[in-house]
């Protein structure tokens, strides 16, 4: 754990390289160690968990029945007697019974700020009238010329998609929109465009598109051509203190679900104000390894902070770039096109020599970095830019840039994986939650899509990556998706993808760790690495697969400190 000093010098770092006035940090950050730092009793272990199966992912020792706590790590592992020696007056002595422990699940790809969970209107509900009663009270409540925007839609978990008129009669006065869950596309009503200057004689911009329906706008937009309702109308605001209590929200649910570590990938300065003053309340229950974007990684580079700073807590990640759609809402590019759309082939987001500029600036100035490339006419064009850079100028140490989501492969595109080093993070809930979904991909393309079963024949460390909100974070929900290939109707998507509970529980674990570079740290039950673990109501080896997701989460503990118990 950091001393004050250590952590106040990382602080005024971060903030020097945001722009913040450095001489304001302190108390505007409330410095002080948090609860879970201040360095424990020298005498003993703080904890020790015995009589449990604890599957510990290490090769040395895969299980063990009791393991030791000590200044937040792993001090031993081993057998229940054995543990039981090393225990004193101050040791917290958790018997787990029986029940099964395991490393702290890591999510490798999510956006987990909270603040919508916090202010906004939830419209991830059963019907499209549900939908616009809640836009409608929320309209109610909201000043004159203020946006109403609904977050966590999905359209194929209501009755239909919501469209413009379905928002003009929920919200005819003010601009309104409902944000997709998976991030790139939208609905927006009729006052919405009005104050864009959007029409149906509007051409669709590069990387975007609206959509049409008998020569009317639907409402719904998508990818880039969002862009043109950034600056109209007015929004709430978000305040610095609303983004803190986001993070100590959405830590306190991830933990709850047994999340120890979470990879944000794709921030601004904001969010990791956010984080940072979360962190220094001794409010962020999980670790971060926090992807930055846009301006905030130009200011951090060139104040000399590249991936890896930080620490156990709070630690920079990859730049990360979006190059083209969506699978879940079906705008990502691919080579082709979606059934039922002949002329659909997705929407590229960046061109070939945007990525191979973004990944040189990268590459060359000693930064990871990330990409969001879905479809498999998008991974080509990264790896073609990776394979360049480590071509031109190789490094020491391969820096196992990353390839966020990378949803569709074959068995070429796989080889260049490999070969690369590169981290592919595909969705690992996704074939379960959002099955009605793969009707428009094809069993065919089903074969070759979250392919974790073809990742690791080849070799290589797949990661796992929620990409919550767009998908849910839950890791037993992640088990039971990538072990069945079944979706919450039971249907089978790709049946050849499947894998086995323990390479499942490796990948939420081990390759979690290894896609940060911090599989010293963290990802084992090993003597040395973070203490973060944990405590399962039943044994996933042993119960129907189909069940997975039910497994309960009885303790989550981060850093040696349960972060989460359940009653």
């Known amino acids: 754990m950091p001393t004050r000093r250590e952590f106040l010098e990382s602080s005024v770092a971060f903030a020097a390289a945001l722009g913040i006035d450095v001489e304001e940090l302190a108390p505007g950050l409330r410095i002080r160690p948090p609860e879970r730092q201040r360095r424990p009793s020298d005498h003993g272990p703080e904890m020790v968990v015995i009589n449990a199966r604890v599957y510990t992912m290490a090769d040395a020792l895969p299980r063990a029945q009791a393991f030791a706590v000590k200044n937040g790590r792993f ?59 809640a836009l409608r009270k929320k309209a109610a409540t909201t000043p ?34 409902v944000a997709h869950r998976g991030g790139h596309t939208a609905v927006y009503n009729s006052k919405a465009f009005e104050l864009a200057g959007v029409t149906a004689e509007t051409p669709d911009p590069p990387g975007g598109k609206f959509y049409r329906e008998n020569g009317e706008l639907t409402g719904k937009v998508a990818e880039r051509a969002r862009a043109v309702f950034n600056n109209v109308g007015k929004r709430e605001e978000i305040t610095r203190d609303t983004r803190r209590a986001g993070i100590k929200f959405i830590s306190e649910q991830m933990t709850k679900a047994g999340l120890t570590s979470v990879h944000q990938t794709g ?37 000399g902070v590249r991936t890896g700073f930080g620490d156990e807590w709070l630690r920079i990640g990859p730049v990360k770039y979006t190059a ?47 990409i969001h490339a879905n479809g498999d006419v998008t991974i080509d064009m990264v790896l073609n830019a990776y394979e360049r850079v480590l071509h031109l100028w190789p490094k020491e140490i391969n820096p196992r840039h990353r390839i966020e989501h990378c ?58 990556a929620s990409d919550y909100m ?28 499947r894998i086995t509970v323990e ?58 400190k349960t972060m989460y118990r359940a009653d």
């Open 267 to 303: 921030g601004n300065d904001e969010s990791l104000i956010a984080l940072q003053d979360a962190y220094a309340a001794g409010e962020m229950r999980f670790r971060m390894y926090f992807f930055p974007r846009g301006e905030t990684y130009q200011r951090l580079k060139a104040a």
């Open 324 to 370: 083209d759609g969506s699978a879940s809402e079906r705008t990502m590019r691919m080579s082709t096109p979606y059934v039922g759309r002949p002329n659909d082939y997705g929407i590229l987001t960046m061109t070939q020599e945007e990525i191979h500029e973004a990944v040189e600036d990268a590459h060359r100035n000693d930064w990871r970095i990330g």
């Open 144 to 177: 004159p010329g203020y946006w109403v925007t609904g977050y966590m839609y999905d359209d194929t978990k209501l009755d239909r998609p919501v469209t413009r008129r379905d928002l003009d009669e929920a919200v005819p006065d003010h601009p309104a929109m």
């Open 75 to 133: 001090l031993a592992v081993g057998s229940t007697s054995d543990i039981r020696n090393l225990v004193t007056r101050g040791t917290e002595v958790i018997d787990a019974a029986g029940l099964t422990v395991v490393p702290g699940f890591i999510d490798a790809h999510c956006h987990p700020s909270g603040v919508n969970e916090l202010i906004g209107v939830n419209v991830n509900l059963s019907t499209v009238e549900e939908v616009k009663a």
């Open 470 to 497: 767009p998908g849910p974070y839950e890791p037993m929900m992640a088990l039971q998706s990538m072990v069945t290939r079944r979706d919450f109707r039971g249907r089978e998507w790709g049946p050849n993808q």
């Open 503 to 560: 390479e499942a529980l490796r990948i939420c674990t081990v390759n979690g760790a290894y896609a940060s570079f911090e599989e010293h740290l963290k990802g084992s039950i090993t003597p040395g690495k973070l203490a973060d673990f944990v405590i399962l109501g039943r044994d996933p080896h042993e119960v129907d697969p189909l069940t997975l997701k039910d497994i309960p989460i009885v303790r989550t503990v981060v850093g040696g």
């Open 407 to 464: 949803s569709l492969v074959n068995p070429d595109l796989l080889r260049r994986i490999k070969a690369t080093g590169a981290i592919p993070t595909p969705f690992y809930t996704y074939v379960y939650y959002h099955g009605d979904k793969w009707a428009e991909y094809g069993e065919e393309k089903m074969r070759w899509m979250f392919a974790h079963r073809s990742f690791l024949d080849y070799g290589i460390p797949v990661a796992p």
